[in-house]
């Protein structure tokens, strides 16, 4: 299974910053998903990201809000811009699940506004 | 309503104590995984159902696809299982992954 490392962990932030949360997978993917887990709730897909092409944002989430990098098959970024308290979650990157692979996911950034 | 149920929402055991995990569905699947949290935010996957039983060591996953149910069973709890549980299901008509909102577990010693 993959091995994917994602940085920073954590993060306290200003409101009105930017946070840029990367992503580094150790074999090359297809996709690369981010995910947004709000405290008490259940995990929430923000956006699934290929290679080569933009970003495809779900439903409640938007590109001048969560811009996201692709630039090649084994790194991401998502960047939470203007920040809110709104924003304070863990950030989760992932990959297309396959099998039984132990580790989909990152270790998860867990982001505070203040 | 969520799509993928899991109860109870919070539970507390001491060690040695079996646990049960539910997970309840209300959509068609083609396969259900069971997660595990650690405190700091980052994810395994414990398991990948999509019928049976299945079981890793001390834990072990059911699935009965006709009631639309899963179980996740700890035999003799450890405090290293303390965590968060996440029940995630394949849905199949557009391959999206739907999650419950967790069980925290707490296993004291």
């Known amino acids: 299974s993959a091995v994917i490392s994602q940085k920073p962990s954590r993060d306290i932030c200003q409101r009105g910053t930017s946070l840029t949360i990367q992503c580094q997978v150790d074999s090359q993917v297809t996709m690369m998903f981010w995910y947004r887990q709000q405290p008490g709730q259940s995990l929430t897909l923000i956006a699934t990201?290929?290679?080569?092409?933009?970003?495809?944002?779900e439903s409640g989430f938007v590109i001048d809000k969560f811009p996201i990098s692709r630039p090649n098959l084994t790194f991401s970024t998502l960047t939470v811009s203007n920040m809110s308290p709104e924003d304070s979650s863990i950030y989760l990157c992932?990959?297309?699940?396959?099998?039984?692979?132990?580790?989909?996911f990152g270790q998860g950034t867990r982001l505070t506004v203040v | 309503k969520n799509e993928v149920e899991q109860s109870p929402q919070n539970l507390t055991a001491q060690e040695g104590e079996f646990i049960t995990i539910n997970c309840s569905y209300s959509v068609g699947i083609s396969a259900l995984h069971w997660l595990q949290q650690h405190p700091g935010g980052g994810i395994v996957s414990l398991f990948m159902?999509?019928?049976g039983k299945k079981k890793h060591g001390r834990l072990i996953a059911t699935i009965n696809i006709q009631e639309k149910h899963s179980s996740l069973h700890i035999t003799a709890s450890h405090p290293r299982d303390s965590a968060v549980y996440i029940c995630?299901?394949?849905?199949?008509?557009?391959?999206?992954?739907?999650f419950g909102k967790g069980t925290r577990l707490h296993i004291l010693p």
């Open positions: 992932s990959v297309e699940w396959t099998g039984e692979s132990v580790a989909f």
């Open positions: 990201a290929n290679q080569g092409s933009e970003a495809t944002y």
């Open positions: 995630a299901a394949l849905r199949n008509r557009d391959d999206k992954i739907i």
């Open positions: 159902l999509s019928s």
